[in-house]
């Protein structure tokens, strides 16, 4: 079985436990809120709701852009999963839209409590489980270069921290009797989940729109500072696009202007697998070759070129500046 295959299957199980554990969790959660007449608590289920339609969508934003690049989409089928994350954003926005709804009209006229300390245990054993929850799908997320189960896991841990405030907050009121606390935390978790699908949305919007990610440039750059040999000159233009966990590098090389097509050819194909290598990231590069045109001997280290019209004297280290500038020096 291939390295990718494995990782796929791996994406799929984890997708379909974090449907289970939603499940398990939700109904938690929900007999807590009945428990206990907590606006606080039910608020808390509402997102709970919204982690287990994301979960399924997520499953199958996954098996969709596991499928191999075809005619129709010759990039691959990844940015499904910003799709998914994106969708994720939506729901969690329009849960934190009801909760505060409900929160308004629970502070207005009023909450009846139950029985709040059960409810409370309930609902801390069923945050416990989301923290685990949580954890691991950000951990297997980040192993699989999976950004839809990364989105999961972020949304859910958030919901761990928010489930650990509520219960702090409905101790006070168990403690003091102040009901109006309940309603109160209820809107301060709608606040929350609505910052969350805010940034999930951005985020997302940013990757569907090809938009330019500094910290995979500096690392794809500085692993081509690491792999590069001698006649590796220069790189310009160096462009980035994310697909899902696939990226795609674009950039010209610099090579020097007597080589063969061929040299040429084989030198640029193998400078960008070992770059991709040494950054640990998933994808291609195409690179376009351009002949150095006696115009980087300040800073070519092949000290006995024939067509050497200066001295070196600059380094010759590959600069951010340099890389991701439009044309050659």
């Known amino acids: 079985m291939s390295t990718e295959h494995a990782e796929q299957r791996s994406r799929v199980r984890v997708a379909l436990l974090s449907i289970?554990?939603?499940?398990?969790?939700?109904?938690?959660?929900?007999?807590?809120?009945?428990?206990?007449?907590?606006?606080?608590?039910?608020?808390d289920a509402i997102e709970s709701i919204v982690n287990v339609v994301a979960a399924i969508f997520a499953l199958g934003a996954i098996v969709f852009a596991g499928k191999p690049a075809d005619r129709e989409h010759p990039y691959g089928h990844g940015k499904i999963e910003h799709f998914s994350a994106a969708f994720e954003g939506g729901l969690?926005?329009?849960?934190?839209?009801?909760?505060?709804?409900?929160?308004?009209?629970?502070?207005?006229?009023?909450?009846q409590f139950k029985n709040l300390g059960q409810g409370l245990i309930v609902n801390l054993a069923a945050g416990f489980l989301n923290g685990l929850l949580g954890w691991y799908l950000l951990h297997k997320?980040?192993?699989?270069?999976?950004?839809?189960?990364?989105?999961?896991?972020?949304?859910?841990?958030?919901?761990?921290?928010?489930?650990?405030?509520?219960?702090?907050?409905?101790?006070?009121?168990?403690?003091?009797?102040l009901a109006w606390m309940d309603p109160v935390m209820a809107m301060v978790v709608g606040?929350?989940?609505?910052?969350?699908?805010?940034?999930?949305?951005?985020?997302?919007?940013?990757?569907?729109?090809?938009?330019?990610?500094?910290?995979?440039v500096g690392k794809v750059l500085a692993a081509m500072n690491q792999v590069r040999s001698w006649d590796v000159i220069a790189v310009h233009e160096l462009?980035?696009?994310?697909?899902?966990?696939?990226?795609?590098?674009?950039?010209?090389?610099?090579?020097?202007?007597?080589?063969?097509?061929?040299q040429a050819h084989d030198l640029c194909e193998g400078f960008g697998v070992r770059a991709l290598r040494e950054a640990g990231v998933e994808g291609e590069v195409h690179t376009h070759v351009d002949p150095c045109g006696r115009l980087y001997c300040?800073?070519?280290?092949?000290?006995?070129?024939?067509?050497r019209r200066a001295p070196r004297t600059a380094p010759n280290a590959f600069t951010l500046e340099e890389a991701t500038a439009t044309g050659p020096a």
């Open 20 to 43: 289970t554990a939603g499940v398990v969790v939700l109904g938690l959660k929900y007999v807590a809120y009945v428990i206990s007449g907590s606006v606080a608590l039910r608020s």
């Open 92 to 111: 969690i926005a329009l849960a934190a839209a009801f909760i505060l709804i409900e929160a308004t009209h629970a502070l207005l006229f009023g909450v």
């Open 141 to 177: 997320g980040r192993a699989t270069r999976s950004k839809a189960l990364e989105a999961d896991g972020h949304h859910i841990l958030s919901d761990f921290w928010t489930t650990v405030g509520i219960a702090t907050g409905l101790l006070v009121v168990k403690l003091t009797g």
């Open 191 to 216: 606040l929350l989940l609505a910052r969350t699908g805010f940034r999930l949305v951005a985020e997302s919007s940013r990757a569907l729109l090809d938009s330019e990610d500094p910290e995979v």
């Open 239 to 262: 462009r980035t696009f994310r697909s899902g966990r696939y990226t795609h590098v674009d950039v010209h090389l610099v090579v020097p202007e007597f080589y063969s097509i061929r």
């Open 298 to 307: 300040d800073r070519c280290p092949a000290e006995s070129c024939g067509i």
